[in-house]
């Protein structure tokens, strides 16, 4: 079976960026309109007096200081408090097309590939803007490439599957190389009224060529091991689709957007993942201390501070894990992507680091990767 290597990567940072000192502003000035206009409700008890947020709550909850957004107007605008991101035509490209062809672009740059050079391409990302035709072979047709194209969605653990996915087919010979893209439009399903997460997520997009290490022009990572594994929990859901039609009663619910029980996720999630490395390195016997690098999911600081803490033995070294959502936040799928992106040098040929992700589902996968 061939070797496969990561040989380039790209990001995609929209040009807008909404610090916490911004969505508070917005967020409390909506929470006072609320709760002045519905005073008489919160009396009566029928209605629940909203709260105010802070800078310091939402640093403290998830070490989250800014995002980037594909809207902010929007956003920030208390009489809308969601992006506007206008309609398209079917002749124009879609927005994550846009997204991912940027990102793609850099990656085939820093690989050294053409659209010739590559078989296959994998749109794995947590939120598709639309059913069909894939998002993939919209991609695909952008960009020139020939071969086949797949939207995927594991949630936040989109890109890591996708890369299991890649590094399968050309380890299959299916295809010499596979670009894994991850276009995030995460502020599109956030409640921006709701206090407990509308600081969460902010929008941008990954992508990763896959190839052959026999055949590499500019090999970087070889792909050493993947391992993902599911369990089914409510924690995180979003209940938005088609069907919602159907039942007018559920039109507008918060459920339709991001819903999550955070302690319970966090509870849950970190034993599961800190078991998931741990397990995935004895079985390509590898030990902790040869771990270099983990670049994980990033969602929150402190789950990402306990989960290195739990498989090191100890606190991790900002190098050691890396940190991109203070800037970000959580992007979903592209997060553990964008911290490879941005924090991959100054590792020597031989050593080891751990891509892995984790979310709804839940899901959690795991790869782990050699410098070349």
Known sequence: MSAVVISGTGLYTPP????????VESFNAWVERFNRENAAAIEAGTEVARQTSS??????????????????????????????????????????????????QQAMEQAGRKASDIDAVIIACSNLQRPYPAIAVEVQHALGIQGYAYDMNVACSSATFGLQAAASAV??????????????????????????????????????????ADQALRPDFEIVSTKLTTLFSNNIRNNFGFLNRCDDAGVGKPDKLFVQEGRKVFKEVVPLVSALIQQHLEENT???????????????????????RKVLGRDATPEESPTILDTYANTSSAGSIIA?????????????????????????????????
């Open 16 to 23: 807008n960026s909404i610090s916490n000192d911004e969505l």
């Open 55 to 104: 800078v310091e709550f939402i640093v403290k909850a998830s070490g989250i200081k800014s995002r980037y957004v594909m809207d902010k107007q929007g956003i920030l605008d208390i009489n809308r408090m969601k992006p506007y991101l206008p309609d398209r035509g079917n002749d124009e490209p879609s927005i994550q097309c846009e997204m991912a062809t940027v990102a793609c």
């Open 171 to 212: 380890q299959s010979g299916a295809a010499r190389a596979v670009l894994v893209v991850s276009p995030e439009i995460c502020s599109g399903h956030l409640n921006f009224c709701d206090r407990d997460s509308h600081f969460i997520f902010g929008d941008a997009c990954t992508a990763v060529v896959v190839e052959r």
């Open 286 to 308: 590898m030990n902790t201390d040869q771990l270099r690098r983990m670049w994980l999911h990033q969602a929150n600081l402190n789950m990402n501070l306990l989960i290195s």
């Open 340 to 372: 490879f992106h941005q924090h991959r040098d100054g590792l020597k040929a031989g050593d080891i680091g751990i891509i892995c992700s984790f979310g709804a589902g839940y899901s959690a996968g795991s790869v782990i990767v050699r410098k070349c």
